[in-house]
């Protein structure tokens, strides 16, 4: 098992342009979620999936966009950059959709540096 | 809202020794607690979970406390090691059930060889 991809790892963007974050798991897990990690700030959740066709906001969702067509995939969409985006983003998912009663895995984050 | 509050500043100790890292939150009692290990440019690594009525649970030189009256969980690593320099988070649900994972700012720990 590959367990969470995430491509690319590292990004820069102009302010102004979009771009897609990719995330991908292996694991059939049915939740999938994607953070914002800033120093000083922790982890941030920006959206979370319970399962295919199902997205719900996080604590920082304005920004982003998220779709969940399939159980594997979870992009993370940016429709236009500003400096505030970035950060360092990471994708996890869970074989449990709620309580907090199964681990996350996460990927390795991909570094967003927004100019 | 939900609130998690770690301690910001670095937990420097000697090889060998215990190291204690504390995980207090602010509202409602969540069901289940986790915490998780971050090396530097990686993703966070789980490492234990302890449920609301497990007051202890143990793993290799970890241990995690749980304790719904004080609203904490203490994190214990004993024997500590260099290799366990590493940020630490706990993370819970943000309300009853909600699939809202959030996660405290992290303890790092320095282990001195």
């Known amino acids: 098992n590959a367990g969470v991809t995430q491509t690319p790892k590292f990004q820069v963007l102009k302010t102004g342009q979009s771009m897609t974050l990719q995330c991908a798991q292996d694991?059939?897990?049915?939740?999938m979620s994607w953070y914002r990690q800033d120093p000083g700030m922790g982890l941030r959740l920006i959206h979370y999936?319970?399962?295919?066709?199902?997205?719900d906001q996080g604590e920082v969702p304005n920004g982003y966009n998220v779709s969940r067509s399939t159980t594997e995939d979870f992009p993370l969409r940016l429709l236009s950059a500003a400096p505030s985006q970035t950060s360092v983003y990471f994708c996890?998912?869970?074989?449990?959709?709620?309580?907090?009663?199964?681990?996350?895995?996460f990927g390795n984050g991909t570094r967003l540096t927004v100019t | 809202s939900q609130k998690i509050e770690q301690n910001s500043e670095a937990l420097n100790i000697q090889e060998g020794k215990t190291a204690t890292l504390t995980c207090n939150y602010t509202?409602?009692?969540?069901?289940?607690l986790q915490w998780y290990r971050q090396d530097p440019g990686r993703g966070p690594v789980f490492l234990l979970l302890?449920?609301?009525?497990?007051k202890e649970k143990r793993k290799e030189r970890l241990k995690v406390t749980f304790d719904t009256t004080l609203k904490q969980s203490l994190f214990h690593i004993t024997a500590s090691q260099p290799a366990d320099s590493a940020t630490y988070l706990c993370?819970?649900?943000?309300?009853?059930?909600?699939?809202?994972?959030?996660f405290g700012q992290g303890t790092t720990l320095q282990v001195k060889p």
């Open positions: 996890a998912s869970s074989y449990s959709t709620g309580g907090g009663n199964s681990p996350l895995h």
């Open positions: 694991m059939n897990h049915e939740y």
């Open positions: 999936s319970v399962g295919a066709g199902i997205t």
């Open positions: 509202n409602y009692s969540p069901a289940y």
């Open positions: 302890i449920r609301e009525n497990e």
């Open positions: 993370a819970l649900d943000e309300a009853s059930n909600t699939g809202k994972l959030i």
